[in-house]
């Protein structure tokens, strides 16, 4: 595939957040003390190789003072279990300038143990998570005029977010939370979090895969017409997944589960989708409200168990 780097061909990549790879088996564990200054590096020389390969040109970011500090303020925003286990499974992170997509998590190569490294594009520390959030959310629609989306998910940094989601992912490795991969689909050993909500690491049951929402983005399809989001939401609405982006995989519907939950709960943050017609607000998406989405809280509890 031949990338151009622009914006609107940043839109049409496919992933907007990934997770790449599987740890290896654990071994010893050392215990670092956590400094996140020392922990802010260059990227990866395999990782910017793999976007130069997709026709892009990323940067290495240094950050200036200010992001420092922004970055540092995310972190201090973390579930108190992920700044426990960060210290002894974040190896790094890094930003990048022109990056496709919106953060990495990729296992560290060289070594054994369950270490990762978390690759940002720097142009998010300077939107608010309402502004990320609504550029991601529409890239899944085709505009049309009348219609308009956007994401009332209030105005802290968009790292808050961003950070909460990939640390999930290395929590999720670190600890084991979602079912361990294995060559049949069949063997799955369903943990909490999967039991009876996907039948694969990308298969969500079927009783929640409607024709229409098999038809998004995250579930492999194209834009979609932006006057079927009603629909599209009202649909989402009778799954336990807190966003469309959750339907991607279990390690996706874990992250963004934690994610939502976490800036609704404990930061005290909206997480609402409004689609508005003509200036009129045609429908509200409030995932939080959700009753399939709330009865899956209390098996969040291990995030703040201390
Ligand atoms: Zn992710």
Redesign the pocket.
């Known amino acids: 595939m031949r990338i151009k780097n622009s914006n609107k061909v940043i839109l049409t990549i496919l992933v907007l957040?990934?997770?790449l790879g599987q740890s290896r088996a654990q071994k010893v564990i050392h215990h670092y003390d956590f400094n996140l200054n020392e922990r802010v590096g260059l990227t990866p020389k395999d990782i910017i190789l793999q976007f130069q390969e997709m026709g892009m040109d990323p940067v290495n970011h240094i950050l200036t003072k200010t992001e420092q500090e922004i970055v540092e303020q995310a972190f201090d925003l973390l579930p108190p279990l992920h700044q426990k286990l960060l210290k002894e499974h974040l190896y790094s992170i890094s930003f990048l300038d022109n990056m496709p997509n919106t953060?990495l998590?990729s296992p560290v190569d060289e070594s054994d143990e369950k270490m990762f490294t978390i690759t940002f594009r720097s142009e998010i520390l300077h939107q608010t998570i309402s502004e990320w959030a609504t550029w991601k959310e529409k890239s899944l629609y085709e505009s049309s005029s009348g219609y308009s989306l956007f994401v009332e998910a209030g105005e802290l940094n968009a790292i808050v977010y961003v950070l909460l989601?990939?640390a999930t992912?290395v929590l999720d490795a670190a600890l084991g939370i979602s079912p361990k991969l294995t060559e049949s689909d069949t063997l799955i050993e369903h943990s909490g979090f999967t039991h009876n909500i996907w039948t694969s690491i990308n298969m969500p049951r079927e009783e929640f895969r409607t024709t229409l929402l098999e038809t998004t983005r995250f579930r492999g399809g194209g834009p979609i017409p932006i006057n079927l989001a009603p629909e599209v939401y009202k649909n989402l609405l009778q799954t336990p997944f807190v966003s469309l982006?959750g339907m991607a995989s279990w390690?996706?519907d874990l992250?963004?589960l934690v994610t939502i939950y976490h800036l609704s709960k404990k930061l005290n943050q909206p997480y609402q989708i409004s689609i508005m017609k003509g200036g009129v607000e045609v429908f509200r998406f409030d995932p939080i409200k959700n009753k399939e989405v709330r009865k899956r809280f209390k098996k969040l509890d291990i995030f703040y168990s201390g």
């Open positions: 957040i990934t997770f953060a998590t989601h990939e992912h982006y390690f996706e992250a963004e």
